[in-house]
């Protein structure tokens, strides 16, 4: 296939098990680039791709990279460094983060972004749907598997290309939307971002960017999204006009990702029957650990795992939890990067109010290094000064003996970005 620039026949990814970077490699492999990759570690992830008949070599070296690759593509979590990399480097094969591919490919077609700080997945899931279940045929890539697809990808027939976009790093600023969904917006990536302002500065350049005939699909009551505005050249959609749908998911912040994904949907397809757009909602099923249920515990608790990682989806997540549990609710959460923990610590302590119990693992601390500023057992202490019974443990197995005391009133709920859905699988399992 051709991109903006060169032609690739033979593409190689590195963390080809990240769900952007397995989306888009599945993308190519319909295109028919010849797709192999390489992750630090088998997962579900890439067990879907060997399905679909990508070949994925764990653990990365320098010999795995093919001698006549085109080009090879990384994630976020690969350094410069990395011996794939740098054998790349040596070779002279040109090089594109996930996020320069992703703008590239998508740049001839008619693109949806979907941003925002919380329920930008879901939304993309859900727009997805409709559009798929209208006829209008989207390729889509999501982060993560919506059940409805069973996959993060959705290969599509028409110029349609909906993708769950990122503003980490301006992220965003590789894309060329033609539709720009923003759901929300909050202080967030402190290790790039530092300070709100730094964000909306970005979310401003993604906002002027889309052309006189494009459309901006957002909240026009969100107090960080709409001095934003000021300089749209394209029409700006306020999806809080979007009535309240009947959803089989809870919470009231699923039902803002359902207007949103419905005002996104109406813009890309005018004609699109209300009738049609409920039925769509309604059956929408949802995504991999976004309020995923895992089934129960030996003892009859109920186990649920979702992906929030930000004070503010921490705690909209358990409080419409809360609002469906009888018994006790116990959270076991995996704070995710130093730095998010540190900069948002006081909004942490006082996220986790609906819980009776917290179990804290260790930070994930992903692409950061341990400064000493700030740790489990730091943000144990502070949540229990809001009359929450908080604890920190040095790994997921000590953890485990705590839970079993849920019974079959109790829910519990294992919330974090990085692995801690391990815990829930462990408990199911068990």
């Given amino acids: 296939m051709k991109t903006a620039g060169f032609s690739v026949e033979k593409a190689y990814c590195i963390g080809i098990g990240g769900i952007g970077m397995s989306a888009l490699a599945q993308y190519l492999s319909d ?8 992750d630090r570690a088998r997962s579900p992830v890439t067990e879907l791709l060997e399905k679909k008949g990508i070949r994925v070599i764990v653990p990365q070296r320098a010999e795995n990279v093919p001698m006549d690759a085109d080009v090879v593509i990384y994630s976020d979590a690969v350094a410069a460094d990395n011996e794939e990399r740098a054998e790349a480097a040596r070779r002279g094969i040109p090089e594109r983060s996930y996020f320069e591919m992703l703008g590239q490919v ?8 979907i941003a925002g700080t919380h329920g930008k997945t879901t939304t993309t899931g859900m727009l997805a749907c409709i559009l798929h279940d209208a006829g209008a045929s989207p390729t889509a890539i999501v982060g993560s598997i919506v059940r409805d697809f069973g996959s993060n990808y959705l290969a599509g027939t028409s ?16 894309l060329s939307p033609s539709v720009l969904v923003i759901t929300n917006l909050e202080w967030d990536h402190t290790d790039y971002f530092p300070s709100l302002a730094a964000l909306q500065d970005t979310f401003r350049k993604a906002i002027e960017r889309v052309p006189a005939d494009g459309v901006i699909v957002t909240d026009l009551g969100n107090e960080a999204i709409a001095p934003l ?31 949103a994904a419905a005002a996104a949907a109406r813009a890309i397809v005018p004609s699109l029957p209300d009738a049609a757009l409920a039925r769509s909602l309604s059956g929408f099923l949802g995504t991999w650990r976004r309020f995923e249920y895992k089934g129960k515990t030996g003892n009859g608790a109920l186990v649920y795992d979702d992906y929030a990682h930000h004070p503010t989806a921490v705690s909209s997540t358990l409080a419409a939890l809360r609002a469906t549990t009888k018994g006790r609710l116990f959270v076991v959460f995996q704070p995710h990067l130093f ?16 819980a009776d119990r917290v179990f804290l693992a260790p930070i994930y601390a992903a692409r950061e290094d341990d400064d000493g500023s700030v740790s489990s057992e730091r943000l144990a202490e502070s949540i229990r000064t809001n009359d929450v019974n908080a604890e920190a443990f040095d790994s997921f197995e000590a953890i485990l003996p705590s839970l079993a005391e849920a019974g079959p009133d109790d829910v519990i709920m294992t919330m974090g970005a ?13």
């Fill in 31 to 38: 295109k028919g680039v010849v797709v192999t990759g390489s």
């Fill in 106 to 113: 998508s740049s001839p077609m008619r693109t949806i972004a």
């Fill in 159 to 174: 110029e349609l290309f909906v993708v769950e976009a990122c503003e980490y790093r301006d992220h965003l600023l590789e």
């Fill in 418 to 430: 990085g692995d801690i859905y391990k815990v829930a699988q462990t408990l199911v399992a068990s």
């Fill in 339 to 354: 730095s998010r923990t540190r900069d948002l610590f006081s909004d942490f302590a006082r996220a986790f109010k609906d």
């Fill in 229 to 259: 505005l000021k300089d749209a050249q394209a029409r700006v959609v306020d999806y809080m006009e979007e009535p309240s749908y009947t959803l089989a998911l809870p919470g009231e912040f699923n039902m803002m990702n359902a207007r």
